[in-house]
Every structure is written in structure tokens, then in C-alpha cells.
């Protein structure tokens, strides 16, 4: 079956639009705790990995420092409702706070290096991330350290909180699902998620869009047209960064919990890498498709692996190797092969393959 | 008569100069100068590991224009393996036979740089030969193989941190009076300073070397000009990955106690050094490695609250005065 760009573009569109439906009803068709957690972490994931993908995929800019905005969204609503108890006023605050200085340090950072080669921005964003990492640790009497911080929520989100109750006060079922604070909370998730996302979208058909695209093809023709290419990759970097600090302000709440593996870590990086490049560079859509499939993957292939360990435990070598604990090592695997041979993912793929005859 | 002063500096070595500026100025903080001695050492010490490590990058970079991620890999396995020979040859470690001493040493080191070769060479060839010319893909591809490089170290030497012995005639610190250097420190200048004289004489004095410095400054000419530049490539790559596996060795010993964690903890400082030198030149990094060694040990004394961060403000303050760093080779 030959399929053109238009139907793959249909096909990609029809899928992330499906995994959309199903996020919504998500709580509903899984009511389980756990899959409730794969579901937010999905949403979570999708609009963090489509701000990288504005970056990376639309303008041709290589971050290493997603994870350093992310991180600052959700440390700045950690603190705050760490100190300032959990109200709606310090989520307020701390994640405004930090949004804002996430803003601040991609436009310093922006102004500093984009006028240098990728390959230099890579690095000095690497360099940048790797010490803020360090600095959390080291500052534990605000972050917690390496062991995090834990708090307390707004009321609202409280799995002990209902929210709709019937006459004689229990909280009310619908379709056996109890329509208590987790469920507002993970409603919280998926419209902020779901409105980011879609503002996105709307910039990248913008003719801001245009122009971003136009640098990633040609940064020299489009300074020649007249745009003024470090002007634009630092508007569309402070913006990423912008959108990753509210996601993580949105993860933070989500959790209860913010510390260094959750937000900060070169593994989410990782995972951010890997998710754009599955779900293929250059299309949000994309982003939705890379993001679902690691993350499921993440909670599942594990369990697979753990249930191949005990298969495999009388013979050599392969118990180590299927050891989920290095499950990390067979992404790295995955991770080279796909650039090798898919590099414009599993999006890119359906929609591309097509033009290029 | 600015003009003036700062051709009359470049003429005199320039920025060549900044390491004796920084060492002199924490001179004046630091007050006491058998202290200041110590830390010079230290910092000297640190410098010249750190530059083993970083030079083999930057080569790398400017005569292929590609930015190996993967680098730090070379250091990990390099201190894991001779902290494994170490191990292994402890009986001769702590014999008091400075020849047994001496053997065990160097055989835990050409492990290291033995291994750092073959696993450069296959390095290129698998992982980055398929994608020159693409930075993108490049930067991605050297990373994932450096995710995998760190995983295949957790699975051969475990997560727990490993001790690792010292050579008996290394060990203890010289002292003249107030004085006192450690001897490994020592050691570890002295083979710095020979790997930069060798790599100096090399890329200055040899036709292979013209070819390098040619390469860097123009690859196509080179090409044209009939010689198999693809070649010199998996050479100097092979040559840059055992110079980060000898750091990487001798860093092991420096520190004693080494943790998988290392490699990432390498390579942040390591780009910190290169970003700081300039890509592509051998003068740059060893400048950019000296300066980031001796504030790291510096404000280590001064301000231990600020030593991490001192390498991060050092590169900040060099990317705005000279964005390209401050020795980058011609491009």
C-alpha cells in the first residue's frame, strides 16, 4: 500500500487526535492508580516534548537545558508550597516566580550563544543544565537536596477531597469512578496540557512559524530577507523555555512531590530526546505520538523485562542483560538505531516518505 | 594608545598570559604563600588531567568538524580499567620494589590507552562515520552512544564506588618546610607536560602533523590535493580517545575513589574546558584546562560554597568577552 503525504499527515493526525480521546476518558476506561499516573505522565510529556520539538524540530536550535526549565517551573511551585503552605496563592507565586526566571535565564542564555554554531549552543546548554543540577543538590536547604521535596497540594486536589456528593454526602460514582480530588487534579493536567499544546500548534502555523521554519532551512537567506535570525531563535527560545517551566509548574502539582530524577535529571532529557525522535522532528503531532509510546513503554516493557529475568534465570549473561535496571542501555540501542534509520520518526515517516520520489 | 597596549600584550603571548594572571591574583587573596603554593600544584595537577581529556575532543572537532557527545565515555572506561589492573597488580603496589611499582603502573595505564584506541577506532567507524556532515544527527547519535557506553559500565563494574590503589612510590606528599606537594600530583603534571610536548612536536614538526593542521584549516584542499584524509581522521580519533582514557586512568588515581558517575562529571567540565579554549586548537584547550583547574582549586580555598559554579561563571565571562573561546583554530 503506497500511502502520499496527505494521507499520512490524515494518519498521524488521526492517531495523536485518537490518543487525545483517549486521555480524556482515560480515568473512565483505566480507573486503575497506576494507569492514572501513565495517563498524566502522557500529558505531561506530550506538551513538554512538543515545546522541545518547537525548538529542535521547527527552528533547528539543539537544547540540552529543556530539562533546566521544566525543572524551574516545578522547583519554584515546589518551594512555594513548601514555605508558603498549600494554597492557590503559592502555587501562584512560586510558579510564576519561576516561569519567570526560567524566561530570564533562556533570553540571557539566548542573547549569549545563539549567535554561535549548534554544535557550540549544545554545549554550553549542556555545561548550563549540568551545573544548575549540581546546584540544586548543593542548596538543600531550599530544594531538599537529592532527596526532593514533598508537600502538600491545594485542597482541591486531595485525593480525600470530593468534589461532587450526593445527598447524603458520599462523594458521587460515575461509572465507578469516584469524582474525587485525584480526578480534578488529573483534569487539571490534561486541559493545561491540552491548552498549551494547542497554542502551539497555532504559532507554528503562524507566520512567526514561517520564519522559524525558514532559519532552521536557511538561517543565512532568511537574515538576507530581512529577519533578524538571533532575534527570532531567542523569542522562540525564552518561549520554549516558558512553556516547559508551566509544565513543570503542572507536574509539580501533580506529583506532590519535586526533586532531581523528577525534573532535573539528564535522564528526562533523555527521555525528551528520545520522545521527539521517535515521534519525528518537525511535527507537534509527532510529539504526541513519541511522548505515548515512551512513556507506556517506560511503565510496561519493565514489567516484561522483570518477567524475562525470571524466564531466563537459569541461563548466562541474559538475566544481566534483561536486568530492568538497564533498561536505560537498550533505549540508548533503540535511541542510535532510530536516528540511523528512521530520523524523522514515526510522524515523519508517514507523512515524508512520500515527498521525497 | 589602548590599540597599542593590547597589540604590545598579544606580541608578548596574550592570552597565554590569563593562568599567571589568575595565579597571581590569588596570590595577593590568599596571603599565605606556602598555601598558595599547594593549591598551585593541586590546581596544575588537575589542569593537565583534565587537559589529557579534553584535547582529543577538540582535535576532533576541528578536523572533522564533529562534536563527539561520547567523549567522556573514553574517561570512564579508561579509570575503570586501570583501577582494574591496579586492583589486580596490588601485591606489586605495595611492594616496596619501585620497579614493581613502576610496571604495574604503566601497565594499568597502557590498558587504559590500549583500550581507549581500539574502542575509538570502532567508535568512528560505527557510530559517527554514517552521519559527518550532520550535526543534528551527530549530536544525537553521540549521545545515545554515550548513554549506552555509561550502561555498559554500570552492568562490567556495578554502581558502588570503587577504591583504587596507588603505586607505594607515589604515595605521601614532599614537604619542604611549609611546602608540601603530593607526589601523584607531581606525576600527574609530568606526564601532562609530556603528552603536550609529544602532541606539540607531532602536529609542529611531522608531515602527518602538517596534514592535521591542514585538515583543520581546510579539509577540502587537503582532499584535493590527493591525500586520504578519512584516514588521518580515524587516527586522530583513535589517538584522542586513548589521550581521554589516559586522563581518565590517571584521574582514577587522583581521586581513589571512582563512581559511575564520573564520565557525566568529566564531560561537563571537560566541554566547560573546550568551550573555554576555543574548538580545534591543542594551545586553547591546555589554556582553557589550566585556567579551569586552577580556579577550580582556588576558589575551592577561598569560597568553597562557589567552587562548582566557578568553572560555570569562568565561561561565562570568556563566551562574552570572546564568543568563540579564546584560542578557536582557523575556520
Known amino acids: ?357 | 594608545m589602548m590599540q597599542q597596549l593590547s597589540t604590545k600584550i598579544g606580541k608578548l603571548g596574550g592570552v597565554y598570559w590569563l593562568p599567571v594572571v589568575v595565579a597571581l591574583i590569588a596570590f595577593v587573596l590568599i596571603k599565605v604563600p606556602s598555601t598558595w603554593a599547594t593549591l598551585t600544584v593541586a590546581g596544575l595537577a588537575m589542569g593537565m588531567m583534565i587537559f589529557l581529556m579534553a584535547s582529543g575532543l577538540s582535535l576532533v572537532f576541528g578536523l572533522m568538524d564533529v562534536l563527539n557527545f561520547g567523549h567522556s565515555a573514553f574517561v570512564s572506561f579508561g579509570a575503570f580499567i586501570a583501577a582494574s589492573v591496579l586492583v589486580g597488580l596490588s601485591s606489586w603496589l605495595s611492594s616496596d620494589n619501585t620497579l614493581l611499582n613502576m610496571v604495574a603502573l604503566l601497565l594499568a595505564i597502557s590498558a587504559a590507552v590500549m583500550f581507549g584506541a581500539l574502542a575509538g577506532w570502532f567508535f568512528e567507524r560505527v557510530i559517527v562515520r554514517p552521519v559527518y556532515g550532520d550535526h543534528l544527527r551527530q549530536i544525537l547519535i553521540t549521545m545515545g552512544a554515550l548513554i549506552v557506553a555509561e550502561q555498559i559500565v554500570l552492568v562490567i563494574w556495578g554502581g558502588s564506588p570503587m577504591s583504587v590503589p596507588r603505586p607505594r612510590m607515589l604515595e605521601g606528599a614532599l614537604i619542604w618546610g611549609d611546602f608540601s606537594v603530593e607526589k601523584y600530583r607531581i606525576f600527574a603534571v609530568i606526564l601532562g607536560v609530556l603528552a603536550y610536548v609529544g602532541l606539540y612536536l607531532v602536529l609542529n614538526l611531522t608531515r602527518v602533523g602538517l596534514l592535521i593542521r591542514a585538515g583543520v584549516e581546510s579539509r577540502d584542499m587537503v582532499e584535493t590535493l590527493g591525500f586520504r584524509i578519512d584516514r588521518l581522521f580515524i587516527s586522530v580519533f583513535a589517538v584522542g580517545s586513548a589521550l581521554a582514557a589516559m586522563g581518565g586512568a590517571m584521574w582514577a588515581g587522583y581521586q581513589t575513589l571512582i563512581s559511575p558517575a564520573l564520565g557525566q562529571e568529566m564531560m561537563i567540565i571537560v566541554f566547560i574546558v573546550v568551550i573555554i579554549g576555543g574548538l580545534g586548537s591543542i594551545q586553547g584547550t591546555l589554556l582553557g584546562a589550566l585556567m579551569v583547574g586552577l580556579m577550580g582549586n582556588y576558589v575551592a580555598f577561598l569560597a568553597p560554597k562557589l567552587a562548582l559554579a566557578s568553572s560555570m561563571i569562568l565561561m561565562v565571562i570568556i563566551l562574552l568577552w570572546r564568543p568563540n573561546g579564546l584560542k578557536p583554530a582557523l575556520k
Open chain 1, 1 to 357: 500500500m503506497t500511502i502520499n503525504a496527505t494521507q499520512g499527515r490524515l494518519i498521524v493526525r488521526t492517531l495523536a487526535i485518537t490518543i487525545g480521546v483517549l486521555l480524556l476518558v482515560a480515568p473512565f476506561l483505566f480507573p486503575a492508580v497506576r494507569s492514572l499516573e501513565v495517563a498524566a505522565r502522557i500529558c505531561v510529556f506530550i506538551a513538554l516534548v512538543a515545546s522541545y520539538d518547537l525548538l529542535i524540530g521547527y527552528t533547528g536550535i539543539v537544547s540540552f537545558a529543556h530539562t533546566l526549565f521544566f525543572g524551574l517551573g516545578a522547583y519554584g511551585c515546589a518551594i512555594g508550597l513548601k514555605q508558603m503552605g498549600p494554597s492557590w496563592d503559592s502555587v501562584l507565586v512560586g510558579g510564576a516566580i519561576g516561569v519567570l526566571v526560567a524566561i530570564l535565564l533562556a533570553f540571557l542564555i539566548g542573547l549569549l550563544s545563539l549567535r554561535v554554531k549548534a554544535i557550540f549552543f549544545a554545549m554550553v546548554t549542556l555545561a548550563v543544565a549540568s551545573v544548575a543540577m549540581v546546584l540544586a543538590n548543593q542548596f538543600s536547604g531550599y530544594t531538599g537536596g537529592e532527596d526532593g521535596l514533598t508537600y502538600r497540594v491545594p485542597e482541591l486536589f486531595k485525593t480525600a477531597t470530593k468534589v461532587m456528593t450526593d445527598e447524603s454526602g458520599r462523594v458521587i460514582k460515575v461509572l465507578g469512578v469516584k469524582l474525587n480530588g485525584k480526578l480534578a487534579a488529573y483534569y487539571f493536567v490534561f486541559s493545561v496540557c491540552l491548552l498549551l499544546f494547542l497554542l502551539m500548534l497555532r504559532l507554528t502555523i503562524s507566520p512567526l512559524g514561517r520564519v522559524l521554519f525558514s532559519i532552521r532551512e536557511n538561517e543565512l537567506r532568511a537574515e538576507a530577507i530581512g529577519y533578524r535570525v538571533v532575534a527570532y531563535r531567542t523569542f522562540v527560545f525564552s518561549f520554549a523555555a516558558a512553556i516547559a517551566a508551566i509544565v513543570g509548574v503542572v507536574y509539580a502539582i501533580w506529583l506532590k512531590y519535586t526533586g532531581p530524577e523528577t525534573s532535573l535529571s539528564l535522564t528526562i532529557m533523555i527521555d525528551i530526546l528520545l520522545m521527539v525522535v521517535i515521534g519525528g522532528m518537525g511535527t507537534l503531532w509527532g510529539a504526541v505520538l513519541g511522548a505515548t509510546v515512551l512513556v507506556l513503554a517506560q511503565y510496561y516493557l519493565r514489567d516484561v523485562m522483570s518477567a524475562g529475568v525470571s524466564l531466563t534465570a537459569d541461563l548466562p549473561i541474559l538475566p544481566i542483560i534483561l536486568n530492568p535496571d538497564h533498561w536505560l542501555l537498550w533505549l540508548g540501542l533503540v535511541f542510535i538505531l532510530l536516528v540511523y534509520s528512521f530520523p524523522a520518526g514515526l510522524a515523519g515517516t508517514l507523512i515524508y516518505r512520500q515527498e521525497g520520489d
